[in-house]
């Protein structure tokens, strides 16, 4: 009947007692991935298409996460990574490929929710979801995966509060 097993046996009382398990899912979940992705014309590609060096980008990430600059420690861990591959970190115009649109999906309400297709739509929506958004065609991946690794660790800091 598409259930899935959590609907099938839904939580209703909380486990409150402290475990690594959350931390883990924040750190590494759908939120935390589409947050450091540098995304199809997001701000935080642009950032990496506008820098005109690692040391002024890593400037840019941490005055936008941490609102500060980075100390000397945090230059000599983070700058070798973002310099590897900075010079040629854009594709040539003539191989970028944008990313193919999604098919809008119809519509899943209450009038409609019984419908078996409604729980396909659903389940398309969580797929979607759960892959986040394109990266930006502009950047090559080798050094967009790097780089988003810098931002995650960022928005990963005990320093970093909340999400704007």
Do not use: C
């Not at 005055?63 to 980075?70: G, I, Q, V």
């Not at 809008?104 to 892959?131: D, F, G, Y």
């Not at 995966?145 to 509060?161: G, K, M, Q, R, T």
């Amino acid at each position: 009947f598409g259930w899935t097993g959590t609907r099938q046996k839904p939580i209703a009382r909380r486990e409150t007692d402290p475990n690594v398990l959350q931390p883990g899912i924040l750190s590494n979940g759908v939120l935390s991935m589409s947050l450091s992705r540098a995304s199809d014309h997001s701000p935080l590609a642009q950032l990496a298409i506008d820098a005109t060096s690692p040391e002024e980008l890593l400037d840019s990430l941490f005055l936008r996460f941490l609102s500060r600059y980075p100390d000397d420690h945090q230059k000599s861990a983070f700058v070798p990574a973002l310099a590897y591959g900075f010079e040629d970190r854009l594709l040539p115009a003539d191989q970028v490929k944008q990313p193919a649109e999604l098919v809008p999906l119809p519509v899943s309400t209450w009038t409609n929710h019984l419908v078996p297709e409604a729980n396909e739509i659903q389940v398309e929506w969580q797929h979607r979801i759960q892959q986040g958004p394109a990266p930006d065609p502009r950047i090559r991946a080798e050094w967009r995966e790097v780089y988003e690794d810098v931002v995650w660790s960022l928005i990963n800091d005990l320093e970093f509060v909340w999400v704007p």
